[in-house]
């Protein structure tokens, strides 16, 4: 990836996990401010609140790629649940955890095999990560095998890449695993976001654990 600018461009240019160190490292101090409220990220308020519709069971929760923990701070029972957060950059966790919002923090490439036990957590929840960079929908075994039965998952998908990087293939042959998908599509910011992406969107999807 050429050098660039920390900004949403760089970010959705992202094509390898150094990729991604390399970025996220530069624009952790800076991100909340410089892309989160300039750009009007709505994002994590909608998967938040969606999830606080779907939630029925207990925790712990997992925010996969939860960055500098945007989407945590979005989930209104946020202080009722034990989150854990899992993001690959060490820049982006460490704001979170200055935040006080996760219970622990694991930093971990989804693009591997994580050093995570087998039917732990009650609920997982994503809002930046499946988009425009290296995560592909394949990363969703290792988020079922973590999940116990029963498990809600809402996972913000960018609507562009649903089917064109394969999301909607894989969602069709975890049939057997997963159970009641929806796909609620969204805008990903808000009115005040530049022209270029004002009308960019996602689909949250929302499914169960077989």
Known sequence: ??????????????????DNRR???????TYDDSFATDMDYQLPRMVGLIFCEAFRGS???????????????SIPIRAMLEMDALDMSPEMLGIARQKGLYRKTIEADLTQPLDIADNVYGAIVSSGTFTHGHVGPDSLDELLRIARRGAIFVLAVNAEHFVARGFAEKFALLEPHIEGLQRHDVNIYGADADATHKDDLASIAVFRKR
């Open 1 to 18: 990836m050429p050098e660039k600018n920390p900004d949403l461009d760089a970010a959705y240019a992202i094509e390898t996990p150094e």
């Open 23 to 29: 970025l996220y490292a530069d624009w952790a101090k």
């Open 59 to 73: 925790g712990p929760v997992l925010d996969v790629g939860a960055g500098t923990g945007l989407l945590a701070q």
